[in-house]
């Protein structure tokens, strides 16, 4: 049963991952633009996140095993759309439909495990659902140029999402077949339309131009749509603080710890969403590499990374927020590895001589991708559980989106129109030091996290003693 739940969550990140290493081979097939490109990366991302918390409250309405089995559904016949498209437009038309419809499974996830899973089982469920998080973000670099490369049947990059219509197939017969149908469903709830409608009108009026704003020249719209954001939350804001059921539970956000969780969340995922798409355009535009071996020089990051996740699970409970900050200085180190070599070598730049640079970065990644989602939500109510989970995904996942369009904008706009080794590991260069400013931030706010947890520990403690 637990595998077929989190199957959803692989997937999920799978695809998010995967078009980094086809990316390069449907850009030529279909004769998409730079903006296509990062359309199809970003656009995913955008629309899970922009539907994470209405794909929570529907949860709430219809029941969350009812929820699953049509998000998991929805998601398949998005991906075979996907494997079918014959321009950047129904690609990416696609990708904005399968992000959405990812976003109605995932929600399900967690509240299955805590209503499926008795006390005792589920910390143990919930470790796997982290390791299949990490898993499911590096698998997609490495799978993805083998299913390329393969080129099975003659579809070329295609075969990265038909992957997963036998996938979500075989999840929702095991799904349908295991889950209990006497979940219970609160139909007494009141969908927040207007607060779901504000929530993704805020994100799209910042995401859409930092998507496309540097292919058409960073028009006037562009900004003038980003500064309509901020009024456009606040509004959102003062009708959530209103509704009697809002989507935003407010009251988190008074959780001193939960608020510098989600800039540390943030400040990760900006550098993990845009770190695979520009390595993996160094490797294949500059270094010439094929699909197969671009996701085969992957493979070290990706193993040091599955180790930690699998066999670190426990040394990460313990060490809390302490484990974001020490991955993210491990993550620090590693691309200060990578811009010596880049600054050094630049023409002269081979895959051997960055492998032991993504290695470290995936050692360090592997520690505090497990450690984040534990760290913020470790003092939230239970009852404050579901809600606080949405809001963090939907804060990665916009992260991870915007960090693709600002970093991956910079990146592209210091490759210009060259096409030699030496303009994108130059153009790799400045990325990374946006990069190691991200990670550096995290691992700041990490620390604030720490002390913003023990603090209510050594109030209770000096009660303790006074009492």
Not at 157 to 170: D, E, G, Q
Not at 430 to 444: D, E, G, K, N
């Amino acid at each position: 049963m637990l595998p077929a739940i989190l199957s959803a969550s692989f997937m999920t990140l799978f695809d998010f991952n995967v078009v980094n290493v086809a990316a390069p081979s449907l850009q030529h097939d279909l004769h998409a633009g730079q903006a296509a490109l990062q359309m199809v990366v970003g656009g995913y991302a955008f629309t899970y996140a922009a539907g994470m918390v209405i794909g929570g409250r529907l949860g709430d309405q219809v029941g969350h095993r009812r929820m699953f089995l049509i998000g998991i559904t929805t998601f398949a016949l998005a991906s075979l759309l996907c494997g079918v498209a014959q321009s950047p437009g129904q690609l990416i038309a696609a990708r904005l439909l399968q992000g959405l419809t990812g976003a109605m499974m995932v929600p399900q996830v967690l509240a299955l495990i805590t209503s499926v899973f008795p006390t005792p089982e589920r910390p143990k469920a919930m470790s796997w659902f982290g390791v299949t998080l990490a898993l499911g973000s590096v698998a997609g670099q490495i799978l993805g140029g083998v299913l390329v490369q393969a080129d099975l049947f003659g579809l070329g990059w295609r075969a990265i999402f038909l992957l997963n219509v036998p996938i979500s197939v075989v999840a929702v017969l095991a799904a349908a077949r295991l889950l209990p149908d006497h979940l219970s469903t609160d139909r007494r709830h009141r969908f927040d339309v207007l607060g779901a409608i504000g929530i993704a009108t805020s994100l799209g009026l910042v995401l859409v131009p930092l998507i496309l704003g540097r292919e058409q020249g960073w028009p006037v719209w562009g900004f003038i749509l980003m500064v309509l954001a901020v009024p456009a939350f606040g509004a959102t804001l003062w009708w959530e603080r209103r509704h009697a059921e809002p989507v935003l539970d407010i009251q988190l956000f008074r959780s001193r710890a939960f608020m510098a969780g989600l800039p540390a969340n943030a400040a990760f995922m900006g550098y993990f969403g845009s770190y695979f798409l520009v390595l993996t355009l160094v490797w294949q535009e500059g270094l010439r590499l094929s699909a197969l071996q671009a996701g085969l020089a992957f493979l070290p990051m990706g193993v040091v990374f599955a180790l930690v996740s699998v066999l670190g699970r426990s040394a990460v409970a313990r060490m809390g927020a302490r484990a974001v900050t020490l991955g993210s200085l491990i993550v620090a180190l590693g691309l200060i590895v990578m811009i010596v070599e880049l600054h050094v070598l630049r023409a002269d730049l081979t895959v051997a001589w960055l492998l032991p640079a993504t290695a470290i970065i995936g050692l360090g990644s592997g520690l505090a991708f497990l450690a984040l989602i534990g760290s913020v939500l470790a003092n939230v109510e239970p009852t404050r559980a579901g809600a606080a989970a949405g809001v963090l995904t939907t804060t990665q996942q916009f992260a991870s989106a915007a960090g693709v369009a600002i970093l991956g904008s910079i990146f592209f706009a210091n490759v210009g129109r060259s096409t030699s080794l030496a303009a994108y590991a130059r153009s790799a260069e400045r990325y990374s030091y946006l990069a190691l400013i991200c990670v550096l931030a995290t691992a700041v706010l990490a620390t604030l996290i720490q002390r913003r947890q023990a603090a209510p520990e050594a109030r209770a403690e000096l009660a303790d003693s006074r009492g």
